[in-house]
């Protein structure tokens, strides 16, 4: 009767780490298509530039911009951003356009140095024209604590992620789309930046490797299991 039971209990613990480690291995398939699917987007979005409010308006997350418009009070830092190794912050500063559409507009990275103080950030020209990619904003990642705070200066905040509507407020705006306008790197005024909408996360083909790996283990408990099981049946069989 023990041995009956303690079988259960193995059968049911080789069950469950194979079902958790197969949804863990969808998961990854998933997120490598959602990546896949935007990057496959972003040559036919920068092709065909519209109004910042048509873009706004048009279904899709990536749509190419030219309009002209004004930069308005406001900066917000984006922390814990790397390039080419190197730790640093995004600039963004809220944009209206001349059609009245109003977003967040990544001016680009500013590198920080070893004491991590902030940089002073010029205004950039206002009026302007501007370009750029209509995309969503960077990955967020775990959400834990504030997702920002005042720098101590007015109208000035560190970001951890960028939450639409908690920004809005804090600028002072009627409210703010839950995507950015990402520069295009030619424009001369802003910091550096690029248009690669997956930095400082994973590409496709590394979510297909985990996932691989999460359907191998599922996949290796299966085997484990049906081999003590057939152990089982030959020492009962003795």
């Keep these: 009767m023990m041995r009956q039971h303690t079988r259960v209990i193995g059968w ?32 036919p979005a920068v092709a065909e530039a519209l109004l910042l409010a048509q873009a706004l308006a048009a279904p899709g997350a990536l749509h190419g911009v030219a309009d002209h418009g004004r930069f308005l009070p406001g900066v917000v830092l984006l922390d814990n951003q790397t390039r080419q190794g190197r730790a640093g912050v995004k600039i963004y500063r809220p944009f209206q356009s001349d059609g009245g559409s109003v977003l967040l507009v990544d001016l680009g990275w500013r590198a920080l ?104 283990l599922a996949l290796t408990v299966l085997v484990v299991a049906l081999v003590l099981e057939r152990r089982r049946r030959r020492s009962v069989a003795l």
């Design 113 to 216: 140095p070893p004491d991590r103080a902030l940089p002073q950030v010029p205004a950039p020209p206002s009026p302007v024209a501007v370009r750029g990619l209509l995309a969503p904003p960077p990955a967020a990642g775990l959400a834990l604590g504030p997702a920002f705070s005042s720098t101590g200066e007015p109208g000035r905040w560190l970001a951890s992620r960028l939450p639409a509507e908690g920004l809005a407020r804090a600028l002072g705006l009627a409210a703010l789309p839950d995507r950015v306008l990402r520069l295009d790197p030619a424009l001369p005024f802003g910091d550096a930046r690029d248009l690669d909408l997956l930095p400082n996360t994973l590409p496709p083909q590394r979510h297909l490797g985990y996932a691989v790996q999460w359907f191998g």
């Design 12 to 43: 049911l613990m080789a069950v469950l780490a194979m079902a958790v480690f197969t949804a863990l291995g969808f998961w990854q398939l998933q997120r490598m298509h959602a990546k896949q699917a935007l990057l496959d987007a972003q040559g």
